[in-house]
Structures are given as C-alpha cells and as structure tokens.
C-alpha cells in the first residue's frame, strides 16, 4: 500500500547563512546566535524530550487548553480552512484539533527539513482524508508559503508553545504583522502565549534535573563544530537559565568554563573564563500586554482561553484589514 503524498517544498537555509550569522554573532559583544539554529533533527529531538520533562510546564499545560476548549476553537475558525501550522516540530498539538477542525489543508512549516519530513508523513498517515503540504524554511524574518494556494478559502495560522516569546517586542511585532499579511483578509491566528508567573516555576522549567535543556542548548554547538568545521568543544561550555524580572524573559547562555578561542574559517572568537554566548531569551506575557502587542501588528482579538492557574494562554486573533 502506498503512502500518502505530501507535497514537500525545501528552501531550507543553506550552511553559508549558518556560516554568516555564527560569525557576526560570535564577532558580537555581547556574544549571541539566534535561536532557531538550535533546530537541526538531533536539536528537535532533544526539544521534544524537554517537553516530556516533569518541570516543563508549558507543553502539557497548553495541550490541556487546546484539548479542552477545542470545539470552541472549531467553531470559532469554521470548517474547511488551510490551516499554517508554524514551528510544526512533531505536531502533537494539532492533533488535538484536527478532528474538530476538519481544515481542507494543513501546512507545516519548520526550519528542520528531516524532522519536518517525518512528521509531515505521519500526519499524512493518521489522516488520509488532510491534504497535506510540508514547508522547509526559516519563517522568522518572512512567511513565504511556495506554490501554496488557499484557493479562497480561509487562511489559519497555528503558532503554539509560546515561540512568539523568542523574539523581542519589536522583532515579534514585526513577525506579527508579516504574519497577518500573508493570512490576508479574513485570516486568523491562533497563538500559545506563556503568562508571567512565580520565578521558581519559570527557573526549573528551564533547568530540568535530567540535564535536557543543558545538552540542547550546547547542541547549538555541535552544530557549528560538525557543520561548519569550527574548533570548538561543546563541553567546555555549561548551560545557564535564569529569568530577568526587569526585562519579562527568560535567559539562557552558553557559559565558558575556562579561557580559550573558537576558531572558524580563520577567525578567532576569544572567550574568557565565565563569558557567555546568549542563545535564546523566551518573554513572557501578561494577558493585556499581549493583546497590546497583537494590536500594534494589525490583530483584534477574538477569543482567549486560559488554565485555571493562569500560567499559559491561548489566544484567537483576527486579522484586521489586509488583502
């Protein structure tokens, strides 16, 4: 029996961009690389170990939102819609939906091509009556969906686990609103946003016992050392997450634990002992700033469902104006 098709379109980035921004980050003071070059297939699976992880309250607690309210979200979206499912990962999440969703499409998109593949191919399995396209690309600076035609009907966005909180205010205002413009007139986006809550919670959510977060967070390492050939030792850094209070985001860094230099297509990057690399910040939202900001990027808001902790939120947004 044959598989299901999925119609596939790569514009995966290729090493010369992770060449060119590990070396503008590493040439940064502070030192810094951007986040979504965690995501090649070992990082992705390691990110989903971290969501099984007893202190990583976000994963469950959003599930919980979406599998209790999803006839809501149903209703709320209507049938029949092309739904854009962002940072797709392993998409456990929009299996909690699909069945009350019943969209003509889904599309995938992620920055990891094999992981993406596979579970474009399962979903493809699970439900043979979805068409079923896959987009490899880097989706934070612009949604670009090739080849990908709604046909006229409703354009739906699914951005879950709380990813908006990677980029800063400005940056995810921005992402936002090109968000909304590819959607067009009409389109929605349905958004995990994590709360602001009890420092404690936040600091074991983002230094799990196993050491799961440790050894994704210096997999950005890896990376650079299999892929780009660059001298450096992965284990000569340690993993630091804490929350800034002040700033409403979570931190975390790459520390190095003795002096020493990264050496890359003949450059040198020096860090002393204790110096950081800072790889991600994660912000997290008060349910009105939130609304403010999707306000600013061309959004009124439709619906918001929430734990009953008020930890995490799930917002329904529509889009205001466009195409």
């Not at 921004?21 to 810094?32: D, M, N, T, Y």
């Not at 299999?226 to 997450?241: C, I, M, T, Y």
């Not at 979570?250 to 190095?256: K, N």
């Not at 050496?263 to 403010?292: C, I, M, V, W």
Request: glycine fraction near 8%; include cysteine; aromatic fraction near 10%.
């Amino acid at each position: 029996m044959s598989r299901p098709a999925v119609r596939f379109y790569d514009e995966h980035p290729d090493l010369a961009d992770l060449r060119e921004e590990v070396i503008r980050g590493l040439s940064q003071r502070p030192k810094s690389i951007p986040p979504k070059f965690f995501y090649d297939a070992r990082g992705s699976t390691l990110f989903d170990a971290i969501c099984d992880q007893p202190e990583y309250y976000p994963t469950r607690t959003e599930m919980a939102i979406l599998a209790r309210h999803a006839a809501e979200i149903a209703a709320a979206i209507g049938p029949e819609a092309w739904l854009v499912e962002l940072g797709c990962g392993a998409s456990r999440k929009i299996r909690l939906l699909l069945e009350a969703l019943r969209p003509h499409a889904w599309v995938g998109v992620d920055i990891s091509r094999d992981f993406l593949r596979g579970a474009a191919q399962t979903l493809a399995c699970e439900y043979p009556w979805l068409e079923v396209h896959a987009v490899c690309t880097d989706f934070s600076e612009h949604l670009h969906l090739p080849l990908v035609e709604a046909g006229g009907r409703r354009r739906v966005a699914f951005f879950p686990g709380s990813s908006i909180g990677n980029f800063d205010p400005p940056q995810a205002e921005r992402f936002l609103r090109g968000v909304a413009e590819a959607l067009g007139r009409g389109g929605a986006l349905l958004i995990g946003v994590d709360l602001q809550k009890d420092p404690a919670v936040l600091d074991a959510a983002y230094n799990d016992a196993a050491g799961v977060t440790a050894d994704f967070n210096r997999n950005l390492l890896v990376r650079i050392r299999d892929e780009l050939g660059a001298d450096v030792d992965p284990e000569a850094f340690a993993h630091r997450a804490f929350y800034d209070a002040w700033r409403g985001r979570v931190e975390m860094h790459l520390v190095s634990l003795r002096a020493q230099t990264v050496r890359l297509d003949g450059h040198r990057f020096p860090f002393q002992a204790g110096e950081t690399l800072h790889t991600e910040n994660s912000y997290k939202y008060t349910l009105d700033g939130f609304e403010h900001l999707a306000r600013r990027a061309g959004y009124r808001s439709q619906r918001v469902w929430t734990d009953e902790r008020g930890w995490f939120s799930v917002h329904l947004l529509q889009v205001v104006g466009g195409q």
